[in-house]
């Protein structure tokens, strides 16, 4: 089976830099993708690193470590509209996806 | 391109009611998915399917099945619903790159309460 952790939440103003981390335990892991979910909606796709190292994409990075069964998620310049949850989601076996319990982002003014 | 398309959005059920939730996508994606999210929580694999006439279970199958009516349909059916079985339920589909899925596209989900 597979099991990922993140921590819960995270606080943080607008205009700073904020990490989102994830360790997870796979037996079949080919990636690691990240998604962002605001209230009452539908999960978004981030980002996605099948590869160790980091991957960029505008305000948003990610980075993996297989060595580490670990990535992160990092966020520049926060906005207020990035007050989201986020999910880490391992790509099991390349046939679906299993996703981390999720951390809450709150940017403050 | 509407996506994904998910009906209904909103629906209430007695305890042991049955109900189908319909999922449809136009992105001529080969894999679909169903999930479920409970408050506060990720989101965990019901079933999946990774081709037109394939299903495979998830995390969380019992109590549910499901139906790839052909590559843009996958249905999942409550035949005898449980207070348990309150959640949003959330289809998605994705490409295959070869290597497996690395992208998830989601529909807008389907808050189901059970009484």
């Known amino acids: 089976g597979q099991s990922l952790e993140q921590p819960s939440e995270v606080t943080a103003v607008e205009g700073a830099i904020v990490q989102i981390n994830c360790t997870y335990q796979?037996?079949?892991?080919?990636?690691l993708s990240w998604y962002q979910q605001h209230d009452g909606g539908a999960p978004t796709f981030l980002s996605y690193?099948?590869?160790?190292g980091l991957e960029e994409t505008g305000r948003f990075s990610s980075f993996l470590s297989r060595s580490d069964s670990y990535g992160y998620l990092l966020l520049q310049e926060l906005q207020m509209k990035d007050s989201a949850s986020y999910f880490c989601?391992?790509?099991?076996?390349?046939?679906?996806?299993?996703f981390g319990p999720g951390t809450r982002l709150s940017v403050l003014p | 391109n509407a996506g994904v398309t998910q009906t209904p959005k909103f629906q209430v059920l007695k305890t042991g009611q049955s109900m189908t939730l319909q999922c449809a996508q136009d992105?001529?994606?080969?894999?679909m998915y169903w999930y479920r999210q409970d408050p506060g929580m990720g989101l965990r694999l019901i079933y999946y399917?990774?081709?037109?006439?394939?299903?495979d279970k998830g995390e969380v199958p019992n109590g549910y099945n499901v139906s790839r009516l052909n590559k843009r349909e996958f249905s999942l059916r409550l035949e005898s619903a449980a207070p348990s079985q309150t959640s949003v339920y959330f289809c998605?589909?994705?490409?295959?790159?070869?290597?497996?899925?690395?992208?998830?596209?989601f529909g807008s989900g389907t808050q189901l309460s059970v009484l």
């Open positions: 690193n099948g590869l160790d």
């Open positions: 998605a589909s994705s490409e295959d790159s070869g290597t497996g899925p690395e992208k998830l596209f």
């Open positions: 992105m001529n994606h080969n894999s």
């Open positions: 399917s990774a081709s037109e006439g394939t299903t």
């Open positions: 989601a391992c790509d099991n076996y390349g046939q679906n996806f299993v």
């Open positions: 796979t037996s079949g892991f080919y990636g």
